[in-house]
């Protein structure tokens, strides 16, 4: 019995994937929930929580970058997920998550139309420095290209408007932190 339970064991092991118990996909090529394997989550990027003195030594002389960009994910709320990223070079110091326009305004005129809660417009804005509003932070974004939108920002809310809106305040505090640090002056909208 002792032998027969080992080439069990032995033989499983060799089919593992491939002995004729395929399973089917669902909709659209995926897995059925109970088969997919979760990956490990990916490390979070060193100036994450804020920039660290190591962190801004190895950065003395070299430009950082903030960038914007909407991905494909929808989060549950209706909510298009952005990213806002601060690059140096091809590194990246920290990606923060962030939404911009309410769930119902995403393919409304981002450019033309103000007051009609569209995502900010692809494009290069000025970043006013980071500076009370009531019990939270405003960093002014100053258009640098033909728009009728005014009155643009990034700040702490969820869910969306016309801002760039950091869901966590902990994020809006490190982008701050590194506001402080690093001269930031620009923020690029690539999509």
């Known amino acids: 019995m002792r032998r027969w339970a080992g080439v069990s064991l032995l033989a499983m092991t060799l089919c593992s994937g491939g002995c004729g118990s395929e399973v089917e996909s669902g909709?659209?090529?995926?897995?059925?929930?109970?088969?997919?394997?979760?990956?490990?989550?990916?490390?979070?990027?060193?100036?994450q929580s804020g920039p660290s003195r190591t962190l801004?030594?190895?950065?003395?002389?070299?430009?950082?970058?903030?960038?914007?960009?909407?991905?494909?994910?929808?989060?549950?709320?209706?909510?298009?997920?952005?990213?806002?990223?601060?690059?140096?070079?091809g590194t990246v110091l920290a990606r923060w998550s962030a939404v911009s326009g309410t769930p119902s305004s995403q393919n409304r005129d981002r450019r033309w139309s103000p007051g009609n809660g569209a995502p900010l417009p692809q494009g290069d804005y000025r970043l006013g420095p980071p500076e009370p509003w009531g019990n939270d932070i405003w960093i002014t974004l100053s258009p640098l290209f033909d728009t009728s939108r005014?009155?643009?920002?990034?700040?702490?809310?969820?869910?969306?408007?016309?801002?760039?809106?950091?869901?966590?305040?902990?994020?809006?505090?490190?982008?701050?932190?590194?506001m402080q640090e690093v001269e930031l002056k620009t923020l690029s909208v690539l999509n």
């Open 150 to 178: 005014s009155g643009l920002g990034i700040h702490h809310c969820n869910p969306g408007s016309g801002c760039l809106c950091l869901p966590d305040r902990s994020s809006l505090l490190a982008l701050s932190a590194w």
């Open 27 to 47: 909709p659209r090529g995926h897995l059925p929930e109970a088969v997919r394997v979760q990956s490990a989550p990916e490390p979070l990027p060193p100036g």
């Open 56 to 89: 801004l030594t190895s950065l003395q002389g070299k430009a950082v970058q903030l960038r914007a960009r909407r991905t494909d994910v929808q989060r549950t709320d209706g909510q298009r997920q952005w990213l806002l990223e601060l690059h140096e070079g």
